[in-house]
T-cell receptor, first 113, second 111 residues
């Protein structure tokens, strides 16, 4: 079965720095990979999707990379702000049909003043 | 108004009771999902539905059943609740770009 590894330790960074979160997966290469943000007690919120044939995707201060050789995605937040503090989840869809979704356990990001 | 709503938001029930969690959406999406979230285990897929007549088991469907009453409504039932079903439950929809929209969650406690 598909396994996803995200760093379970919280990432603490200073405001203004770039935060980099890692998502590693095993077994099958996914058709696409997604990143979500989750705040305590709330449902995840979609941020970005990157397909297997794409190496990089950007949206405002967010950047995602996808390396199918390393089986890894990196999620970057530039010029981080305290409001970026949350848990970030990685999710993979093996088939691309929206029916084989697997989520990682997430990494908590804390941006300090 | 929220696009994906869940009721109840919190529920405490006893072992052996039947309980239903309800989900409604106003986004007009055909695809709907039920997940549970447990500390350290992440989100796990229970059931998913691609339209009213298409319902499929997910990773952890044992002990659960679902009903898709309409495009907008997808209910999750626990026929006989047990303590290890204590978790945070999320309903979600998916659009044609594969983006998922989650509800606010239902915190279920089985004593």
């Amino acid at each position: 079965s598909q396994k996803i590894e995200q760093n379970s330790e919280a990432l603490n960074i200073q405001e203004g720095k770039t935060a980099t979160l890692t998502c590693n997966y095993t077994n099958y290469s996914p058709a696409y990979l997604q990143w979500y943000r989750q705040d305590p007690g709330r449902g995840p919120v979609f941020l970005l999707l990157i397909r297997e044939n794409e190496k990089e995707k950007r949206k405002e201060r967010l950047k995602v990379t996808f390396d199918t050789t390393l089986k890894q995605s990196l999620f970057h937040i530039t010029a981080s702000q305290p409001a970026d503090s949350a848990t970030y989840l990685c999710a993979l869809d093996r088939t691309g049909g929206g029916n084989k979704l697997t989520f990682g356990t997430g990494t908590q990001l804390k941006v300090e003043l | 108004d929220a696009d994906v709503t869940q009721t109840p938001r919190n529920r405490i029930t006893k072992t052996g009771k039947r309980i239903m969690l309800e989900c409604s959406q106003t986004k007009g999406h055909d695809r709907m999902y039920w997940y549970r979230q447990d500390p350290g285990l992440g989100l796990r897929l229970i059931y998913y539905s691609f339209d009213v007549k298409d319902i499929n088991k997910g990773e952890i469907s044992d002990g659960y059943s679902v009903s898709r009453q309409a495009q907008a409504k997808f209910s999750l039932s626990l026929e006989s609740a047990i303590p290890n079903q204590t978790a945070l439950y999320f309903c979600a929809t998916m659009d044609d770009a594969y983006e998922q929209y989650f509800g606010p969650g239902t915190r279920l406690t089985v004593t």
